[in-house]
């Protein structure tokens, strides 16, 4: 009885996912096949040019897009972004500041602050229930 190990694939969306770029921005080579997950490591550990210049200058996804403003996806979607945005483009809205995206941001702040109170009582509940 012999191990045969069959390579593990995935669709293109789901490797440019992992990877954080924007799929329609990947060469058509990227976009057309499938990827094993040797490909994806070897993508991760050692990115080509092109992954380096799309994760450099993007245009990048939306979770990356909400990321690098400090929103969340949805605040994105508040604030009338639904496609794709370049650094540049990134860039430009944090220099123009919109009322949305002050709004957005606050929001995401407080967010975060909830769930880290919500965190810190779970945790001195779990130290309770054990001391």
């Not at 593990?8 to 094993?36: D, H, I, N, W």
């Not at 929001?107 to 001195?124: L, M, S």
Request: hydrophobic fraction near 35%; aromatic fraction near 4%.
């Amino acid at each position: 009885m012999t191990s045969h190990q069959n390579a593990q694939t995935m669709k293109p969306a789901t490797a440019a996912k992992k990877l954080g770029v924007y799929l329609e921005a990947t060469p058509a080579e990227f976009r057309e096949g499938v990827v094993s997950r040797d490909e994806l490591n070897r993508l991760q550990a050692d990115p080509p040019e092109w992954l380096r210049e799309l994760r450099r200058n993007g245009p990048h996804p939306r979770p990356v897009v909400a990321a690098k403003l400090g929103v969340s996806i949805s605040g994105l979607a508040r604030g009338g972004i639904t496609e794709a945005l370049t650094t540049d483009q990134i860039e430009a809205l944090k220099s123009e500041s919109p009322e949305w995206l002050q709004k957005e941001r606050a929001t995401q702040a407080e967010v975060r602050k909830e769930a880290a109170r919500i965190k810190a009582k779970h945790a001195e509940a779990d130290e309770k229930a054990q001391g």
